[in-house]
């Protein structure tokens, strides 16, 4: 379905170019750009198509990742531009393969330092002037060889035409996803190992990312979960406050783990006497409480452990 697909768009890619040889023709184009443009992107977007029939001869993904890795001032944008210039190159050879304006390619030219150069590796613009039947000399020309293989440059014409596509809905897919930190890259890497279309890639991506970051939260409920356990772990084995009376004085154990002698003076007011409690201490925790009365000894526990 896919390869009669393609067939049939790369039939209608070749009439429409050749119509622009016939002038009375202008007005009667069965279709336009924008319907080639639409249908190309649909056959991009076809739904479990295996990413290696979208391109055969360019490797489009291969170049365009290259590119952006190597070349400093390389996007996608610009290499939407470049395919597009090597495209335009193609259409002129195959329609006006006699004029010698097409037969030199000059690369140190304005537009093609450009679009051309400033996109794409010289390796693989090398390769894809190659397609078409150009062969390098002297390192700034490429030069026409004596026969022109029309079908090939017509092929080669109409995957330019479909990389400059595929850039446009690349760039559509970063924009969706480039909050959440994908480069590109990341992009072109989803894309070219996806049987999605736009919208399924950048969904798939988004949820990677959303599972992470759900990953991640996990964890760190984890860890605090733990960190909490081991704390209320070491805080039920610490010695418990106590009370306890010794000749008609009360020894109060506490846990001070950096305090070694104690000092404290407190005064309780109570509605019928005052209870006037003195701390003195030799060794740590132990707090010695004299009551004025027996009353305001049960009195005195019952406030220290309200307290404590």
Wanted: aromatic share 12%; with cysteine.
């Amino acid at each position: 379905m896919d390869s009669k697909y393609k067939d049939d768009l790369f039939r209608k890619y070749v009439q429409f170019h050749e119509c622009k040889l016939s002038a009375s023709d202008n007005k009667q184009r069965p279709i336009n750009d924008e319907y080639l443009r639409v249908a190309a992107a649909a056959f991009l977007c076809l739904p479990k198509i295996d990413p290696f029939y979208r391109f055969r001869l360019i490797k489009f993904y291969e170049m365009a990742e290259n590119s952006l890795r190597s070349v400093k001032s390389s996007s996608l944008h610009s290499l939407h531009n470049a395919f597009s210039m090597l495209e335009t190159v193609g259409i002129n050879l195959f329609l006006y393969p006699w004029k010698k304006e097409f037969k030199n390619i000059k690369t140190y030219t304005g537009p093609f330092v450009y679009y051309v150069k400033s996109a794409l590796t010289e390796d693989d613009v090398r390769q894809i002037l190659n397609y078409m039947g150009y062969v390098q000399e002297l390192g700034t020309m490429y030069k026409l060889k004596e026969q022109v293989d029309a079908i090939q440059v017509k092929m080669v014409s109409f995957e330019l035409f479909l990389a400059k596509v595929e850039c446009e809905q690349l760039v559509e897919i970063h924009l969706q996803v480039k909050d959440k930190g994908y480069s590109e890259v990341d992009v072109i890497n989803e894309r070219k190992n996806s049987t999605e279309d736009i919208r399924g890639c950048s969904e798939a991506m988004k949820r990677r990312v959303e599972c992470k970051e759900n990953l991640n939260t996990s964890m760190a409920r984890m860890v605090l979960q733990k960190s909490a356990s081991e704390r209320a772990s070491k805080d039920y084995f610490k010695p418990k406050q106590s009370l306890k009376s010794q000749g008609g004085s009360f020894i109060v154990s506490r846990y001070l783990p950096c305090q070694t002698e104690s000092h404290v003076s407190v005064s309780v007011c109570t509605p019928w006497n005052l209870v006037l409690v003195k701390s003195t201490s030799s060794a740590a925790g132990d707090v010695q409480i004299s009551p004025t009365s027996q009353w305001a000894e049960g009195w005195l526990v019952g406030l220290f452990f309200l307290m404590h």
